[in-house]
């Protein structure tokens, strides 16, 4: 795998060989509010919503991070993400 592979962050749905995924979940601080998503890199994502550079979150912000689980593949990682979305999967997260 060249190097440079290991500085870039691939667009969604790309994956260089030997590369995690992470499904994580986020809370408002302030108010009721948990957003799920999926990363290759969840310190830069994190730190994206908290800076508010995300329209869909900025209102919510700042959040505190409740769940960060990796995974081998993007496909498994989002199945994760699917169900978490997931009324059940909510309920889950309400419970951390």
């Known amino acids: 795998m060249p190097e440079w592979r290991n500085l870039v962050d691939l ?7 030997g590369e995690m995924y992470y499904t994580y979940a986020v809370r408002s601080i302030n108010r009721t509010y ?3 998503g999926l990363t290759n890199n969840p310190a830069r994502r994190i730190a994206e919503h908290n800076d508010m550079r ?13 769940l960060t689980e990796e995974y081998a ?11 978490l979305k997931s009324g059940s999967g909510k ?3 309400k419970s951390l």
């Open 91 to 93: 309920e889950f997260l």
């Open 54 to 66: 995300e329209r869909t979150t900025r209102a919510y912000a700042p959040f505190e991070t409740i």
């Open 73 to 83: 593949t993007r496909v498994e990682a989002r199945k994760r993400e699917k169900y």
């Open 11 to 17: 667009p969604a749905g790309r994956q260089a060989q």
């Open 34 to 36: 948990i957003y799920v």
